[in-house]
């Protein structure tokens, strides 16, 4: 069968559900590996996800829209087996069956979910990488940074000043006062240079398709329902982070960054240095506007300096980089800064 949206067939998605079994879940997620071999055996279920928008991990939101109806409150037995839904989860090895009736019982609702959503997971353990990074720059255009983040999801890191930073080698920041604290394995012979004070921000922005506002508790479950429900730190640390955004307003635009970005950077007042930053944003661009958004900024940057930091972890790179772009004097300038843990959880500086 082919299946108009996205045109896949049934032999496609249980391959999808096999490979994310063997290559994503496994040793991480243990509960989501035994489903995702259910699945890919169960042509029901697959024929759910095969309603996903074009482009989206068809996978992760599946699972991450069952996880939602239950987060949200869905009665069924299933709900035992999820370890951020139920106290005292039950062991997963009879969960298939469980999972399939689910599937069936909630057909309609999960199709709803399966149809409009993105995945848009928010880690704010990025944080800890990009801090040094932040500082750096502060310090070399000797100005408040005016943040402009692409792919800002919830906007969780542009709040990146308000959490608590623990470093294995002993650095702190914002510790005292923080009621997140962000903690890394510093890899390697250099240390990360974290500074003594966070740099002054001066404004921040963040552009997305679909920019979650975490005022609406629809989206807050939804960031909630894209983390892994085995995975009890990595949730805890997000409700923080989203108790944290409630308190502010941040200003999150949408639209695709490369027709919002001209205009966002062309506001930056001149008393401050724009600073772009995106992490695991630009796997979602097509190959051609990954080229173009670069261009874009270093047309942009004819007009004034500008930097740009990125993490990203795109094709055949054996680590995940943290870049910093440069544009001085109309120049651009790249230097891989460290590599890094997909979440933060440990950094490897290399810049000097
Ligand atoms: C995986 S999330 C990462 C969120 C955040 N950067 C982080 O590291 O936690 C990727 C985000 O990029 C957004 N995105 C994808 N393509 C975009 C585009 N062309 N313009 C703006 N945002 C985009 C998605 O909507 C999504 O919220």
Not at 29 to 53: F, M, Q, R, W
Not at 114 to 126: D, H, I, K, P, S
Request: aromatic share 10%; hydrophobic share 40%; proline share 6%.
């Amino acid at each position: 069968m082919n299946y108009h949206e996205n045109d896949i067939t049934t032999e496609q998605l249980s391959r999808k559900f096999y490979h994310f079994a063997e290559l994503q879940a496994i040793g991480h997620s243990p509960l989501y590996e035994k489903i995702c071999y259910g699945i890919a055996a169960d042509n029901d279920v697959l024929h759910l996800s095969g309603y996903a928008l074009v482009g989206q991990p068809i996978p992760n939101i599946l699972l991450a829209s069952v996880h939602y109806l239950l987060l949200k409150g869905a009665q069924h037995p299933l709900a035992a087996y999820y370890p951020d839904v139920s106290e005292a989860a039950r062991p997963f090895d009879d969960v298939y069956p469980v999972f399939h009736d689910f599937c069936l019982q909630f057909r309609d609702e999960i199709k709803q979910q399966v149809a409009v959503r993105l995945t848009q997971t928010n880690e704010t353990g990025r944080c800890a990488l990009l801090l040094p990074v932040f500082n750096m720059v502060a310090e070399r255009a000797k100005k408040p940074l005016a943040l402009i983040e692409v792919g800002t999801s919830a906007g969780l890191n542009l709040l990146w000043d308000q959490y608590g930073y623990r470093y294995s080698d002993g650095q702190t920041l914002g510790i005292s006062d923080a009621s997140l604290v962000l903690q890394s394995e510093v890899r390697g012979d250099q240390h990360p240079p974290i500074p003594a004070s966070f740099p002054v921000v001066a404004s921040r922005v963040g552009i997305d398709i679909n920019p979650l506002d975490l005022h609406d508790p629809e989206n807050a479950l939804w960031l909630r329902a894209l983390v892994w429900p085995d995975d009890l730190a990595r949730a805890k640390q997000l409700q923080n982070a989203i108790n944290i955004a409630q308190k502010h307003s941040l200003e999150l635009i949408k639209g695709d960054a490369l027709e919002i970005l001209p205009r966002v950077l062309e506001n930056v007042p001149t008393d401050s240095v724009p600073c772009v930053f995106h992490s695991y944003v630009l796997n979602q661009f097509s190959p051609e506007n990954r080229e173009r958004f670069y261009e874009l900024l270093q047309e942009l940057a004819a007009q004034r300096d500008l930097y740009c930091i990125g993490i990203e972890h795109i094709g055949a790179h054996v680590k995940t980089e943290v870049k910093l772009a440069a544009f001085e004097g109309g120049v651009r300038s790249d230097t891989v800064m460290a590599y890094c843990h997909d979440h933060g959880k440990w950094i490897e500086w290399i810049a000097g």
